[in-house]
């Protein structure tokens, strides 16, 4: 079955270190996101992707990018990592190849906290 | 102002209980609405589109109203199962993916 995956599930790290968080999915979606979820405000639209090679920033992008070089990937890096940056992240994908275009398919998440 | 927002709750009902949420939106320019649901420390699932004429699926209805920006969500006869985080969700920009999310309203089921 297709699916879309996160790796690693929980990471704790140090301020200042680069983390990168993996995202992988079966569903040949054009459409890759990355979200961080914090109490009072919901999901956050980091990057996301349109396709191979393509990148766009959201709304809470600093600090943080991606990069495309396959349709089943999108890595998140943090560059320098903040205790702000203590997060849940969720990955999802959408497009062509399952589903509704409109329907965003969720990763199970990376909960990271930055000491 | 948000351009999503929900009352968070909780919401506490008894099994078999009718339970409404509203959500509301601040533009008017869009153009695709869903609800998700979230279960406590999982990712968020789609529950359901909304159309502009109303839709049903099973004990769940979705609701929307365009011109006072608002959607809606009724559960009928809830179950314990139903307890979860309900996300109000909005596509604003035609052509683009891109999806806003409320902050979600929280539904507690108690037997």
């Known amino acids: 079955d297709a699916e879309i995956t996160q790796s690693p599930r929980h990471k704790i790290t140090e301020t200042g270190r680069q983390v990168t968080l993996a995202c992988h999915q079966t569903?040949?979606?054009?459409?890759m996101f990355w979200y961080r979820q914090d109490l009072g405000h919901g999901l956050r639209l980091i990057h996301y992707?349109?396709?191979?090679?393509?990148?766009n920033k959201g709304e809470v992008s600093d600090g943080y990018s991606v990069s495309r070089s396959n349709t089943e990937d999108l890595p998140l890096t943090l560059e320098s990592a903040a205790s702000s940056q203590t997060s849940v992240y969720f990955c999802?994908?959408?497009?062509?190849?399952?589903?509704?275009?409109?329907?965003?398919?969720f990763g199970p998440g990376t909960r990271l906290t930055v000491l | 102002r948000k351009e999503v927002e929900q009352d968070p709750g909780p919401f506490n009902v008894p099994e078999g209980a009718t339970v409404a949420f509203n959500c509301t939106y601040s533009?008017?320019?869009?153009?695709?609405f869903f609800w998700y649901r979230q279960d406590c420390r999982k990712e968020p699932k789609l529950l359901m589109s909304?159309?502009?004429s109303g839709n049903e699926d099973g004990r769940f209805t979705a609701q929307l109203n365009r011109a006072s920006q608002y959607i809606s969500l009724l559960i009928r006869d809830s179950k314990l199962s139903d307890s979860a985080t309900y996300l109000c969700?909005?596509?604003?920009?035609?052509?683009?993916?891109?999806?806003?999310f409320g902050t979600g309203t929280r539904l507690l089921v108690s037997p």
């Open positions: 999802a994908s959408s497009g062509p190849g399952a589903g509704a275009t409109d329907t965003q398919y």
């Open positions: 569903w040949n979606h054009n459409n």
């Open positions: 992707s349109y396709g191979v090679q393509d990148t």
């Open positions: 533009n008017s320019a869009s153009q695709s």
């Open positions: 909304v159309y502009s």
């Open positions: 969700v909005v596509k604003v920009n035609p052509g683009f993916q891109k999806l806003v």
